[in-house]
């Protein structure tokens, strides 16, 4: 069988496999082992054990199950409610207020957990209520939830980024920094545009009428309720960007600074312990599974050539190196429409990579262009995770094409912030070399 056959047998038995509905990481398993046997050797399996076994030993996995447990922790300590009491406070008295507080919370719940669901769910229970009770239109109300809770695998600490840095072998410390200007840059174009939408359109977020506006006395006393998280990020943050710490030992103190967090709030509890525990155990398994399967998958492609002939047929289209580029983003915005973007990292990344490098571009820009890539799946209809989190939290007179409808600008704004960072690597690279 030709190469570009055995290709094409490659790409359309994983199609079938997923959409079969069965587990990634089992199809890329089963259909590994499979093609392994048929055009390569049995021993080649035992070169697979061997390279999945050593990823998901690899240290900078040690960071993952701490900021998982650390996102947990903090997901029932309170903090999302004491955060939005003081949003609440301070900018319920503009047009809007009220959905810039939720993109600005989600910013902060992301410095802080990581993942892409804390922010939908903490402000699908918290902030979507009292936006339509207060008379904002579905779509205003809706939209920037999922939006604010995508930034989570984007801004450090993110465990989206551990496993890309991790499966393509880059920094993480360097990836986490870099992801701190993009994020920040998408959170303020999303509160510019409810700003100015809400400006010519007041009646898709009222402000809170002036007896209901909180005194300035009010506003300075619930800052409290943000010191311990915005003390728990600069740890965190701060230890990696100094070199004080490597991300696992800074998912340590997060970890720790989480309870401390939940024993501030009076949250820390057996029971939520107990579900904090199980939540990490379920989602760590979840990416390990994914890792063995992306090892295998691995295997595969540099076993039989078929990763080293898409490689060549990428690097050869006559679009220059841009072109290249934009032909890999547009392959990961796609597959993110449908896939997991951990899902999509196993399958893309033994793939791209010797793209990256052969074609000279810095793999830590493609590393974080790749990340941006992915959380933009987390939004983007028909199968974003983060809109399907959103149904479940939505009252049943909201449908899913409301959702669908709602999440468009914050698409588009996440796509522009993307093109920036293409055309100004420096947004993604700056940060990163100024680390000590």
């Not at 035992?46 to 030993?57: H, L, P, Q, R």
């Not at 003081?86 to 902060?108: D, E, H």
């Not at 691995?298 to 060549?312: E, K, M, N, P, Q």
């Not at 934009?326 to 033994?350: E, K, N, Q, Y």
Request: glycine share 14%.
């Amino acid at each position: 069988m030709t190469i570009g056959a055995m290709t094409g047998l490659f790409i359309g038995t994983l199609l079938i496999g997923l959409l079969t509905g069965l587990p990634v990481a089992f199809v890329l398993i089963g259909i590994s082992i499979l093609f392994i046997f048929i055009f390569a050797s049995p021993l080649i399996a035992y070169a697979g054990v061997f390279v999945f076994f050593k990823t998901i030993t690899t240290d900078i996995f040690i960071a993952a199950p701490l900021f998982v447990f650390m996102a947990y922790v903090l997901q029932f300590s309170g903090i999302a409610a004491a955060l939005y009491e003081t949003m609440y406070k301070w900018f319920g008295g503009l047009r809007g207020g009220l959905a810039m507080g939720t993109v600005a919370i989600c910013t902060l719940l992301a410095a802080m957990t990581g993942l892409g669901a804390t922010g939908v769910v903490t402000m699908g229970v918290i902030a979507l209520p009292e936006m339509l009770k207060r008379g904002y239109n579905k779509s205003m109300a809706i939209g920037c939830i999922p939006f604010g809770g995508a930034l989570g695998p984007l801004i450090p600490p993110s465990v989206l980024m551990i496993i890309v840095g991790g499966f393509a072998s880059l920094s993480i410390g360097r990836m986490f920094i870099g992801g701190v200007f993009p994020g920040l840059l998408m959170a303020a174009l999303a509160i510019i545009y409810i700003g100015v939408r809400c400006y010519r359109q007041p009646e898709a977020g009222p402000a809170l009428a002036p007896e209901e506006r909180a005194s300035w006395s009010e506003k300075f006393k619930s800052l409290q309720g943000v010191m311990a998280p915005i003390i728990l990020i600069v740890l965190v943050i701060g230890s990696i960007y100094t070199g004080i710490c490597t991300p696992s030992e800074a998912g340590g103190i997060g970890a720790f600074g989480a309870l401390i967090c939940a024993a501030i709030y009076r949250q820390l509890n057996w029971q939520n312990l107990r579900q904090a525990g199980l939540g990490t155990v379920r989602l760590v398994a979840m990416v390990m599974w994914l890792l063995i399967g992306g090892g295998c998958f691995s295997t595969l492609l540099g076993a039989t050539g078929v990763g080293h002939f898409i490689s060549g047929l990428l690097t050869g289209l006559p679009v220059g190196t841009m072109g290249v580029l934009i032909v890999m983003m547009v392959i990961g915005l796609t597959l993110g429409m449908f896939m997991d973007g951990a899902a999509i990292t196993m399958i893309c990344i033994p793939v791209f990579m010797p793209v990256v490098y052969q074609l000279g571009l810095d793999p830590l820009w493609f590393g974080l262009l790749f990340t941006m890539n992915m959380i933009i799946g987390y939004i983007t209809p028909p199968f974003g995770m983060n809109l399907f989190y959103m149904k479940g939290l939505v009252p049943k007179d909201i449908s899913m094409m409301d959702i669908y409808r709602s999440i468009i600008p914050y698409v588009v704004i996440s796509i522009i912030v993307l093109i920036l960072c293409i055309v100004f690597p420096q947004i993604l690279l700056w940060l990163p070399n100024k680390m000590i």
